[in-house]
T-cell receptor, first 115, second 114 residues
Framework: AQSVTQLDSQVPVFEEAPVELRCNYSSSVSVYLFWYVQYPNQGLQLLLKYLSGSTLVKGINGFEAEFNKSQTSFHLRKPSVHISDTAEYFCAVRPISGGYQKVTFGTGTKLQVIP | ETGVTQSPTHLIKTRGQQVTLRCSSQSGHNTVSWYQQALGQGPQFIFQYYREEENGRGNFPPRFSGLQFPNYSSELNVNALELDDSALYLC?????????????FGEGSRLTVL
């Protein structure tokens, strides 16, 4: 079984400041890792994913994340946030092997960008 | 390219009733999965359908059931509704042979059970 922990339920940050949203996971098998964003009253949109290779992954809207296998972490970062980044962010994992694509999500982190 | 569409967007039911939610998958996708997102929580996997058969299920009781049709659209049915079933229900489509685990979500159906 897999579990995902997002320690920060809310993160306020001033516009143009950097931000880091933390994600730790637990799994007995190898997993793929994802970050999704959910804007108010919308579904989830994929920000970025780690499948293999370079541990630094770049996504849309200037976001990036770094996979750290020893610390089982996949923290999301952006060097300078914009008002439009205000949304809820979900970290997620999925086993590499397996006949179906069950994705396990964290409880989410609400990013509030302050003008 | 048509995205994932869900209907209805909002609905209100009372305890004990039954509900059907519908999902049209993204063009070219053959797999549909359903997630329940309670208020303040992350999405929880309900089940997945591939080739019109359920091929994976989360920790949900049998009163949660589904269908997938030949055109890959899908339904989620919930019988004997309980108050705790109030949530946003998200449909996600993907290609079983596509990029691993990449899900494309609809905007959801928000169910309120009174």
């Amino acid at each position: 079984a897999q579990s995902v922990t997002q320690l920060d339920s809310q993160v306020p940050v001033f516009e143009e400041a950097p931000v880091e949203l933390r994600c730790n996971y637990s799994s007995s098998v190898s997993v793929y890792l994802f970050w999704y964003v959910q804007y108010p009253n919308q579904g989830l949109q994929l920000l970025l994913k780690y499948l293999s290779g370079s541990t630094l992954v770049k996504g849309i809207n200037g976001f990036e994340a770094e996979f750290n296998k020893s610390q089982t972490s996949f923290h999301l970062r952006k060097p300078s946030v914009h008002i439009s980044d205000t949304a809820e962010y979900f970290c997620a994992v999925r086993p590499i092997s397996g006949g179906y694509q069950k994705v396990t999500f964290g409880t989410g982190t609400k990013l509030q960008v302050i003008p | 390219e048509t995205g994932v569409t869900q209907s209805p967007t909002h609905l209100i039911k009372t305890r004990g009733q039954q509900v059907t939610l519908r999902c049209s998958s993204q063009s070219g996708h053959n797999t549909v999965s359903w997630y329940q997102q309670a208020l303040g929580q992350g999405p929880q996997f309900i089940f997945q359908y591939y080739r019109e058969e359920e091929n994976g299920r989360g920790n949900f009781p049998p009163r949660f059931s589904g269908l997938q049709f030949p055109n890959y659209s899908s339904e989620l049915n919930v019988n004997a509704l309980e108050l705790d079933d109030s949530a946003l229900y998200l449909c996600a489509s993907s290609s079983f042979s596509g990029v691993a685990g990449e899900l494309f979500f609809g905007e959801g159906s928000r169910l309120t059970v009174l």
